[in-house]
T-cell receptor, first 113, second 113 residues
């Protein structure tokens, strides 16, 4: 069974640009979660999508947005990139609800220069 | 406000000895706790979990203890092996239907051969 896949593995962008990160969940999983792991910090919750709808978002500015497609894959968009957006972005998936934990992908390392 | 805290950023243990990783939380409404392990360049992988109705859960070499009155949980690894060297995150969830896990900042465990 394929795990959660994220692309690209690494992404380098210039301040002010937009970044798009992609995630494919495990087959059968309908919930997708996005987390940010900045240097020295734990995993900070960004967004939760389920059945194509945004269900919850963390304490991040509106320039962090995303969507979930009919096939349950998801996209995270970060607009007007700032240097402090440099981080590892992790996607996770679960069956609807995720009440017993998620399965994470390997992440996208975003570097803003 | 960090609701889940892992106050030890790193821990070194001799192979074969016990590793004890600690986690404190502030929200008494947390009802489910998990431990994840993360190797470099990989996503976190689920290790073990515990519900707030229990005070201990065991899975092979891994045991998680929960002390609700102290708002403290710990992960014991016995015996520790060099392959256990990784960053360990504890996470907690609130029974609000958000299925949003709040993660600690992680403890880097190094098991010395």
């Amino acid at each position: 069974e394929a795990g959660v896949t994220q692309s690209p593995t690494h992404l380098i962008k210039t301040r002010g640009q937009q970044a798009t990160l992609r995630c494919s969940p495990i087959s059968g999983h309908t919930s997708v979660y996005w987390y940010q792991q900045a240097l020295g910090l734990g995993l900070q919750f960004l967004l939760w999508y389920d059945e194509g709808e945004e269900r919850n978002r963390g304490n991040f500015p509106p320039r962090f947005s995303g969507r979930q497609f009919p096939n349950y894959s998801s996209e995270l968009n970060v607009n007007a990139l700032e240097l402090e957006d440099s981080a590892l972005y992790l996607c996770a998936s679960s069956p609807t609800g995720g009440s017993y934990g998620y399965t994470f992908g390997s992440g996208t390392r975003l570097t803003v220069v | 406000d960090q609701q889940v805290k892992q106050n030890s950023p790193s821990l070194s243990v001799q192979e074969g000895r016990i590793s004890i990783l600690n986690c404190d939380y502030t929200n008494s409404m947390f009802d489910y706790f998990l431990w994840y392990k993360k190797y470099p360049a990989e996503g976190p992988t689920f290790l073990i979990s515990i519900s707030s109705i229990k005070d201990k859960n065991e899975d092979g070499r891994f045991t998680v203890f929960l002390n609700k009155s102290a708002k403290h949980l710990s992960l014991h690894i016995v015996p520790s092996q060099p392959g256990d060297s990784a960053v360990y995150f504890c996470a907690a969830s609130v029974p609000s239907g958000t299925y949003k896990y709040i993660f600690g900042t992680g403890t880097r465990l190094k098991v010395l051969a």
